[in-house]
């Protein structure tokens, strides 16, 4: 059922001496009278894990299922998730659902989601408020500990050569959750390794064009052919872009060449990884929509949602794929 927000009921009531019937509808529209109105504004369409992520919110939350989802695509921009905001409290939705591009900015119109009682549910990254009431519960994935992982496997593989490691970092979105995470963990694992040097960190911004962009330019600039033993990329769609500009310079890419290491695990990073291109592949979890449903309905039945929920995930190498495997992946 459309939810009234306290103020207006009152003054409603005051007005008309009745809560009858309370919403938000105009006069003679009683279209969507018994749905939960859910704004929702998406980061954009930059990698397959973020359209996976979309496809999972638009088939939860269905008018069959008792939505109304007015979704907005942002197209990488913070301006245009904070214009999408203010039009979703102006329109008086029942929740707003953020993925937030990127940690700070915030406060200012998380505060006026707050002010109209729209309670903010965060969605894949975070924010960084001063006043963590602006927003109701967080579901995402816990970005530090995947490159933790991924971390771990590049000790793993290299420990018996006592060799330099060579490593090019590409990052994704710089300032997002995702990209703070991933690079934390690389940075502080290399400042516990004398061995691993980061030859260069060039910003793929989560796509395959940039990174093919970046990764082109980099080899170019290089005065020779340079030993390169692990791509860390912040994304599936950035392991794409640098193993093709990896190949197209005649680079090998695999356990006995470049190692790409990747995260997301979409059904394309997991067929590189079976091929052999992609030596480790570690999941983020797009499907996040259910999880969502869970929230608003523990809160629509009055309760209070968990604040943080972190996904589990778990990392692939080629020995644990199988065609079947990848067939039945949702993502
Ligand atoms: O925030 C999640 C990250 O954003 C995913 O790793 C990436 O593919 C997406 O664009």
Redesign the pocket.
Known sequence: MKRIWLPALLAFVLAFGSGCGARMNPPGDSSNEDLTVIGMSQ?GA?????VANSESMKAVFTEEKGYRLLFDDARQKQENQITAIRRFIQQQVDYIVLMPISESGWDSVLQEAKEAGIPVILV??MVDVEDDSLYAAHI??D?FKEGALAAAWIENAFQETGNAVNIIHIQ??MG???QLGRTAALEEAAAAHENWELLAQLDGD?TQAKAYEVMVDYLSGLPGRRRIDVVYC????IAFGALQALEERGYDCGREGVNIVA??ATRGALTECLKGKISLAVE?N?LLGPLVEEVIQVMEAGGTPEKHRYVKERAFTREDLTEALITNREY
């Open positions: 980061v930059e990698s397959d894990w973020r894949d990254r995402g994935s970005f994704g979105t997002s959750t995702a989560f912040e994304n599936d769609n995260f997301d983020c797009p």
